[in-house]
C-alpha cells in the first residue's frame, strides 16, 4: 500500500501514536501549532488508510527519524530508520527510507555507503529523482577531487557517471535541478531529449 501523502506530507510532525512503541517518541517535545495541525492530519490519514501494527509503528520511527536528522542527530535518525526498515514490507515506502539513509551517509561524507543506499532505493523506486540528483553530486565531486589531483581520466569518467544520473534527473523532473541542467550545458553533456 502506498501512503505516498503522510511519507511526504506529514512526516516531521508530533507522534500521537506512542503506545505503539516504547518510550517516549522524538517529536513529543515540540508543542507548536504547525506540529499539532500535523499530528491531526496524520492521525487522520492513519485511521482511513487499512494499516497493521507493524505498518504504523514503522511510520512511527520513520517519523522520529525525520526529525531527528533534521536537527543533525545523524546516530539516532539511522537508529529510527533502520527500525523503520525491518518493519516496513511496501516497497515504495522502503524506498524513502533508504533514501532518507543515503542522506546521512552522504551527510557524513561517507559516500561510497550513501551511493549503496541510494541505489537499493531506485531498485524499489526507480521515479526517485533526488536519489539520481544526489547520485549525480557525489560523482561529480568525486571528479572535481580527481581534476584537482591532475587525474584527468578519472575525472572524466566521475563527470560522464554525473552527466548521466543528471540527465535522469531532469527527465523525472524537467523543472528542477537548473544548476546541473546549466553545468550539461555548458560541459557539453547535454542530453538534447530532457532539454
Known amino acids: 500500500m502506498h501512503r505516498k501523502f503522510y511519507w511526504n506530507g506529514i512526516i516531521l510532525y508530533k507522534d500521537k501514536?506512542?503506545?505503539?512503541?516504547?518510550?517516549?517518541?522524538?517529536?513529543?517535545?515540540?508543542?507548536?501549532?504547525?506540529?499539532?495541525?500535523?499530528?491531526?492530519?496524520?492521525?487522520?490519514?492513519l485511521k482511513v488508510l487499512p494499516t497493521s501494527?507493524?505498518?504504523?509503528?514503522?511510520?512511527?520511527?520513520y517519523r522520529d527519524g525525520m526529525s531527528a536528522q533534521s536537527e543533525g542527530e545523524y546516530a539516532e535518525a539511522l537508529e529510527n530508520y533502520y527500525e523503520a526498515l525491518a518493519?516496513?514490507?511496501?516497497?515504495y515506502d522502503r524506498s524513502?527510507?533508504?533514501?532518507?539513509?543515503?542522506?546521512?551517509?552522504?551527510?557524513?561524507?561517507?559516500?561510497i555507503k550513501a551511493l549503496?543506499?541510494?541505489?537499493?532505493?531506485?531498485?524499489?523506486?526507480?521515479?526517485?529523482?533526488?536519489a539520481l540528483n544526489n547520485i549525480a553530486v557525489i560523482y561529480h565531486y568525486q571528479g572535481l577531487k580527481a581534476a584537482?589531483?591532475?587525474?584527468?581520466?578519472?575525472?572524466?569518467?566521475?563527470?560522464d557517471k554525473a552527466a548521466e544520473y543528471w540527465q535522469q534527473a531532469i527527465y523525472l523532473a524537467p523543472n528542477n535541478y537548473i544548476e546541473a541542467q546549466n553545468w550539461l550545458k555548458t560541459t557539453g553533456r547535454t542530453n538534447k531529449k530532457n532539454f
Open 17 to 45: 501514536y506512542k503506545n505503539l512503541r516504547t518510550g517516549m517518541p522524538r517529536l513529543q517535545k515540540n508543542d507548536n501549532f504547525i506540529d499539532k495541525t500535523f499530528t491531526v492530519l496524520a492521525d487522520i490519514v
Open 53 to 61: 501494527k507493524e505498518e504504523k509503528q514503522a511510520f512511527c520511527y
Open 148 to 159: 584537482d589531483k591532475n587525474n584527468l581520466n578519472i575525472s572524466k569518467t566521475m563527470f
Open 87 to 91: 518493519l516496513e514490507e511496501d516497497p
Open 96 to 111: 524513502y527510507i533508504l533514501y532518507n539513509i543515503g542522506l546521512i551517509y552522504a551527510s557524513n561524507g561517507e559516500h
Open 116 to 130: 549503496e543506499y541510494y541505489h537499493q532505493a531506485l531498485e524499489l523506486n526507480n521515479k526517485l529523482p533526488q
